[in-house]
C-alpha cells in the first residue's frame, strides 16, 4: 500500500517562501506521476502542480512563475518550492501519485494526510 508523508508547511508573511517536501513508501517517485493539490476552506480541491515519470512538469495558471515542482531520486522525494506567497495560496496541500491521468483528474488513490499553508501578515 502507498503512503504519502508530507511536510513542510506552516505561516509565512506575504511575499514569503516555503518548501514542502513529499515522501512516498511503495513505491518511487522516478516510475510515477507525482502531483500537489489544495484546498482551502469551503472550496474545493485544486490540482496545483504535476511532474510524471519523465520529469515533464505542468502548474495551474494561478500559481506559474511562482512555484516549482521537483523530485530528487535519491532521496526518492518530490518538492513544492512555494514563492511570492499570496494570502490566495493559503490551503491545505496534498500529495498524490499515481498514474498521470489519475493524478490530473485526482481519481489516484494515493494521497498524503495533508499540510497546511497559511500566508498572512
Known amino acids: 500500500q502507498v503512503q504519502l508523508v508530507e511536510s513542510g508547511g506552516g505561516l509565512v508573511q506575504p511575499g514569503g517562501s516555503l518548501t514542502l517536501s513529499c515522501v512516498p513508501s511503495g513505491i518511487l517517485v522516478s516510475f510515477v506521476a507525482m502531483g500537489w493539490y489544495r484546498q482551502a476552506p469551503g472550496k474545493q480541491r485544486d490540482l496545483v502542480a504535476y511532474i510524471t515519470s519523465g520529469g515533464t512538469t505542468n502548474y495551474a495558471d494561478s500559481v506559474k512563475g511562482r512555484f516549482t515542482i521537483s523530485r530528487d531520486n535519491a532521496k526518492n522525494t518530490v518538492y513544492l518550492q512555494m514563492n511570492s506567497l499570496i494570502p490566495e495560496d493559503t490551503a491545505v496541500y496534498y500529495c498524490?501519485?499515481?498514474?498521470?491521468?489519475?493524478?490530473?483528474?485526482?481519481?489516484?488513490?494515493?494521497w498524503g494526510q495533508g499540510t497546511q499553508v497559511t500566508v498572512s501578515s
Open positions: 498524490v501519485a499515481g498514474s498521470l491521468s489519475a493524478v490530473v483528474s485526482g481519481t489516484t488513490r494515493s
